[in-house]
């Protein structure tokens, strides 16, 4: 079975520019979750999809958002980009998502963003 | 203030060397995972552990869940150079879904 894959690997913009980063799960899992990884800040919960519907926010400003489509793939969008959006951005895949996460996720490589 | 407190956030041993990574929070937690991390790669989950005071072993890994669910570690016995890279931490909290909340992280170098 293949595993969460991420596209692009890698990306570079400038401030005030949008970007779209896409997710695909692994085939069945109908959860996709987005981290914010930096050397400051660490790993940071962005957001939660689950039958196409956000079912949890974390504590970044409205330029990020998502959306999942029917078949469960998921697309992150960052509006007016700041230097500090520089990041790795990691996509999670589950099964179902749950209260209190105790089935496994899984993450994909990442997207890294720079910009500049 | 992290919600997580994971410590130490470096570390360099020695081949064959023993460690342990702490956890720590005032939070309970439903459930907490531990993941290692490589360079240009997503986290990979290792154990996830689930009632207080669990005790789980994976090969020289030895993970435990506090009683109160509050706090857990990671023992590596007789390190190997192959246990190099970062290792998180990170907590489920009932009726937050899927959200996973990571501590820092702890970078472990074994040298030979």
């Known amino acids: 079975k293949a595993g969460v894959t991420q596209t692009p690997r890698y990306l570079i913009k400038t401030r005030g520019q949008q970007v779209t980063l896409s997710c695909s799960p692994i085939?069945?899992?109908?959860?996709v979750s987005w981290y914010q990884q930096t050397p400051g800040q660490g790993l940071q919960f962005l957001f939660e999809?689950?039958?196409?519907?956000?079912?949890n926010k974390g504590n970044f400003p409205g330029r990020f958002s998502g959306r999942q489509f029917s078949n469960s793939r998921s697309e992150m969008n960052v509006s007016t980009l700041e230097l500090g959006d520089s990041a790795l951005y990691l996509c999670?895949?589950?099964?179902?998502?749950?209260?209190?996460?105790?089935?496994?996720?899984?993450f994909g490589p990442g997207t890294r963003l720079l910009v500049l | 203030t992290q919600l997580l407190e994971q410590s130490p956030q470096f570390l360099s041993i020695q081949e064959g060397e023993n460690l342990t990574v702490y956890c720590n929070s005032s939070?309970?937690?439903?459930?907490l995972q531990w993941y290692r991390q490589e360079p240009g790669e997503g986290p990979v989950l290792l154990v996830t552990?689930?009632?207080?005071?669990e005790v789980k072993k994976l090969k020289r890994l030895t993970f435990q869940f506090g009683d109160a669910r509050k706090d857990s570690s990671l023992h590596i016995t007789a390190a190997q150079p192959g246990d190099t890279g970062l290792y998180l931490c990170?907590?489920?909290?009932?009726?937050?879904?899927?959200?996973?909340?990571f501590g820092g992280g702890t970078r472990l170098m074994v040298k030979p």
């Open positions: 999670a895949s589950s099964p179902r998502g749950g209260r209190g996460a105790k089935e496994t996720q899984y």
């Open positions: 085939s069945g899992h109908r959860s």
């Open positions: 999809y689950f039958s196409e519907t956000q079912r």
């Open positions: 939070s309970v937690f439903s459930s």
């Open positions: 552990v689930v009632t207080g005071g």
């Open positions: 990170a907590g489920a909290l009932d009726n937050a879904g899927n959200m996973l909340t």
